[in-house]
T-cell receptor, first 111, second 113 residues
Framework: QKEVEQNSGPLSVPEGAIASLNCTYSDRGSQSFFWYRQYSGKSPELIMF????GDKEDGRFTAQLNKASQYVSLLIRDSQPSDSATYLC???????????FGKGTHLIIQP | KAGVTQTPRYLIKTRGQQVTLSCSPISGHRSVSWYQQTPGQGLQFLFEYFSETQRNKGNFPGRFSGRQFSNSRSEMNVSTLELGDSALYLC????????????FGEGSRLTVL
């Protein structure tokens, strides 16, 4: 069974610092990797996706992928209180199925 | 551009009943996926429809079913409701070629008593 593992947190980071969120996945055939942000009481929204090994930057967000280690991470630079949310890692495996989500990391940015 | 619309937003049913949830995707999106979200299990994939055909299916019992209409609107049905079906049901749409880049609706919160 395909699994996506995340530390549930809460992860507490001071405002202005770098928040580092990590995710591991079990299916070595996984091809596509996504980070979703979910505010309390709201639905998830896509913030980053990465398909190739290495880093991908978008504003204050950087996604990192290491397929050999089956590891995906999300870095948030200059963290703001508005970044406080649950961050969900999601993976599309090698088979024909939908996204497999981790259970999310609860991030708290302390002013 | 209007987002993904789900109806109803909240509903309460009793065990053994059935429920139908509706989803209207973003205009131009031909893929609609359904997910169940619970505090214990997180987000779990139910099924995906593309051009009126079920393209992918998650690991849920046959009581959970869905369909998609020619205008890309989708419905999901849960028959013989159980207490454990209480959850937030999220619909997401996407361009068919970008499977994981989902736009979620606000969800339908189902409570089974």
């Amino acid at each position: 069974q395909k699994e996506v593992e995340q530390n549930s947190g809460p992860l507490s980071v001071p405002e202005g610092a770098i928040a580092s969120l990590n995710c591991t996945y079990s299916d070595r055939g996984s091809q596509s990797f996504f980070w979703y942000r979910q505010y309390s009481g709201k639905s998830p929204e896509l913030i980053m996706f990465i398909y190739s090994n290495g880093d991908k930057e978008d504003g204050r967000f950087t996604a990192q992928l290491n397929k050999a280690s089956q590891y995906v991470s999300l870095l948030i630079r200059d963290s703001q209180p508005s970044d406080s949310a649950t961050y969900l890692c999601a993976v599309i495996g090698g088979g024909a199925d939908g996204l497999t989500f981790g259970k999310g990391t609860h991030l708290i940015i302390q002013p | 551009k209007a987002g993904v619309t789900q109806t109803p937003r909240y509903l309460i049913k009793t065990r053994g009943q059935q429920v139908t949830l509706s989803c209207s995707p973003i205009s131009g999106h031909r893929s609609v996926s359904w997910y169940q979200q619970t505090p214990g299990q997180g987000l779990q994939f139910l099924f995906e429809y593309f051009s009126e055909t079920q393209r992918n299916k998650g690991n849920f019992p046959g009581r959970f079913s869905g369909r998609q209409f020619s205008n890309s609107r989708s419905e999901m049905n849960v028959s013989t409701l159980e207490l454990g079906d209480s959850a937030l049901y999220l619909c997401a749409s996407s361009l068919g070629s970008r499977v994981g880049e989902l736009f979620f609706g606000e969800g339908s919160r189902l409570t089974v008593l």
